[in-house]
Structures are given as structure tokens and as C-alpha cells.
């Protein structure tokens, strides 16, 4: 199993541009997370989803949007970027006990 | 709304010797999960150890333990025999039972960095 996969690692975007960050996992989670880390602090969650077709706000969800058509794929789309989104965003995921969240290896993105 | 606090910005320790730790949780649930997890600098987030707040058996893994102190609401972790490896960013993190709407959402403190001198 490849766990929790995203993709780019980094980028750099310029203030207003869109990207879609990518997660999939392979584990058959139902319950899949986007949290971002910013410098020296802890994770924050942006977004969460409990399934296919369900999605719920997390703590800090503005200036992003989720979707969740499949159980594997959970997308995260920044739509015009701001210095403030300049952060680690990490997907994770986690079966029906949530014993354990697995984590992607994160995507690091600055936006100038 | 539940709150994780780590009160140690930075920890050091010596090779070979103990270190702990702390993190202490603001929660008004009985029943809840509480977890330690590890970031080197790889950024990977790795889970250390985990705990059932119904337990009052502290759990431990290898030369991870913790101290649950579950009326104190204090979690604290101790690494015994301390390797250049152990070097990284612990975080604290808590989540409610698996019933309701918690949806397995964690919460977590702002992170120990944790130096390991040979």
C-alpha cells in the first residue's frame, strides 16, 4: 500500500493564482482531513470529510474548498492565493475506529 | 471547543539519558483519545504512542511511555535512553471518542522541538 499520497512536495504561487492540491489514499479510509502547519506551530484543521459526497469545515476553511467524489481522492483547491496561505498543508486519513490518522508526506507552499 | 497546550517551546537532552515531555488538554468529554505524535525533519508525521482516556494504564511503546493524569488532564511523554533519532517536533494532539460527530478530528498543541546532543 502507497498510504497517503499528495502531490506537488512544493510550490510557489504569486498572489491570486489557483492550485489544487492533491491527496489519495489507498487504505479504503472513510474519513479523510486537510490540515495545514504553519512555521513552528502545530496543525490546524482546514477541512475534513466522512465520506464520498460529504464534507464539513474545519477550524480555518477560508480561501479553500473541498471535494470528495471518490472514496480514495480528497482534493484541496486555494482559490486566489494569498501570502497568508503560505504554509505545509498535510492530508491525513483514518478508518471507522480513528485509532490512528495516516499522514501524507505534506506539500509545502509559498505564495509571494 | 477543546484546547491542547504544550508549555515547552524546546526541550534538550543528552544521549542515553531520560527527557519528558509535557501537554495538558482542556476537554468537557469522559471519553476521549489522546495521542503523541513525532515530525522529523522530513516533515513525516509519525504517531508515537497513543492513549484511551477509559485506561488507566498509561501506555507505553519500547522506550516511550506516558503520564496520564486524566483528572489533572496532563499527558505527559517520557523517552528513556534518548537517541540522536529521537531528535524532532513532538506534538500533543487529542480527539474525542469515535461516537457522535467527532469524526476522528484531532486537535493539537503547538509542538515541543525536542534536541538530542551526543
Known amino acids: 500500500n502507497a498510504g497517503v499520497t499528495q502531490t506537488p512536495k512544493f510550490r510557489i504561487l504569486k498572489i491570486g493564482q489557483s492550485m489544487t492540491l492533491q491527496c489519495a489514499q489507498d487504505?479504503?479510509?472513510?474519513?479523510m482531513y486537510w490540515y495545514r502547519q504553519d512555521p513552528g506551530m502545530g496543525l490546524k484543521l482546514i477541512y475534513y470529510?466522512?465520506?464520498?459526497?460529504?464534507?464539513d469545515k474545519g477550524e480555518v476553511p477560508n480561501g479553500y474548498n473541498v471535494s470528495r467524489s471518490t472514496t480514495e481522492d480528497f482534493p484541496l483547491r486555494l482559490e486566489l492565493a494569498a501570502p497568508s496561505q503560505t504554509s505545509v498543508y498535510f492530508c491525513?486519513?483514518?478508518?471507522?475506529?480513528?485509532?490512528?490518522?495516516?499522514f501524507g508526506p505534506g506539500t509545502r507552499l509559498t505564495v509571494l | 471547543a477543546q484546547t491542547v497546550t504544550q508549555s515547552q517551546p524546546e526541550m534538550s537532552v543528552q544521549e542515553a539519558e531520560t527527557v519528558t515531555l509535557s501537554c495538558t488538554y482542556d476537554?468537557?468529554?469522559?471519553?476521549?483519545?489522546l495521542f503523541w505524535y513525532k515530525q522529523p525533519p522530513s516533515r513525516q508525521m509519525i504517531l508515537v504512542i497513543r492513549?484511551?482516556?477509559?485506561?488507566?494504564q498509561n501506555a507505553t511503546e519500547n522506550r516511550f511511555s506516558v503520564n496520564f493524569q486524566k483528572a489533572a488532564k496532563s499527558f505527559s511523554l517520557k523517552i528513556s535512553d534518548s537517541q540522536l533519532g529521537d531528535a524532532a517536533m513532538y506534538f500533543c494532539?487529542?480527539?474525542?471518542?469515535?461516537?457522535?460527530?467527532?469524526?476522528?478530528?484531532?486537535?493539537f498543541g503547538q509542538g515541543t522541538i525536542l534536541t538530542v546532543h551526543p
Open positions: 487504505m479504503n479510509h472513510n474519513y
Open positions: 494532539a487529542y480527539r474525542p471518542s469515535s461516537g457522535g460527530t467527532s469524526y476522528g478530528k484531532l486537535t
Open positions: 492513549q484511551e482516556a477509559y485506561k488507566q
Open positions: 470529510s466522512v465520506g464520498a459526497g460529504i464534507t
Open positions: 491525513a486519513s483514518t478508518g471507522w475506529t480513528g485509532n490512528e490518522q495516516f
Open positions: 476537554t468537557s468529554e469522559s471519553d476521549y483519545y
